[in-house]
């Protein structure tokens, strides 16, 4: 089972597609879901509303928009523990994400065969992360080639262990920016860990523990403009895929 936790704010077209992608491809007994609504506007808590009575959906809806990326992300795992319990996996994801059939099951044996070395894997490559050009075997069933080692999971989606999170968690609320995001910061304190447990106070990468992404990717990411609508860094570089909204 996997604790999912997706982050809301507006984009009602993106919202629509996140939901309705990840409830028709994914089995409904391998997954709870906790949507943390940011503050949205009518038409996109609308569409969150239909889903807030599925047996396995919880919404945390903020009249005000937050803003802070760690806290609605620490919020959304808090409550999904308290929801539902603990499943095996926790998973973080946006509203601008639309995921492909087996996505999960895929993303979830490949962190369950590689546990003791990668401790965190993305369903898609972040633009702005450098990534080492060697996939870590062995090949997971499936189509998945492996796992490619990169600086940072950060952005779109990341998959763990709830032992992970408990070691290196929660989200620095402080953190923002390219580079700078709590997702990025939550990497480099796994990356650079002296052994299990977690302890970062003396890095040293070669004693640490890697994050990757899943080949070829299992998600698309469609949201490529700012909230100034304006095209956002690094949407050139993302790939169409037909018959998905890109906003």
Known sequence: MTNIVLLVRDRPRLTEQALRTLFQNTPKDQFTLTICDDGSWPETAEII???ANYENVEVVTFR??????GFLRNVGAATSERVFGRGEYLYHGDNDVAVFPGWLAQMTASLNLLHEEVKLVGGYRHPFHGLTGNLIEPRIPGSCRGIEPTDA??????????STWDAFGPYDQHAK??????????????INARGVGGSYEHPNPLLGYKVGY???PVIAVCGVTNTENKPA????QIPRVPGLVYV
């Open 49 to 51: 509303r239909r889903y």
């Open 64 to 69: 005000k928009s937050v803003g802070i990326v």
């Open 153 to 162: 999971v950060a952005g779109y989606s990341h998959l763990m262990r709830w």
């Open 177 to 190: 920016g390219v580079c700078q995001s709590e997702d990025y910061s939550f990497c480099q304190r796994i």
């Open 214 to 216: 899943i080949h070829p």
């Open 233 to 236: 860094i690094g949407s050139d």
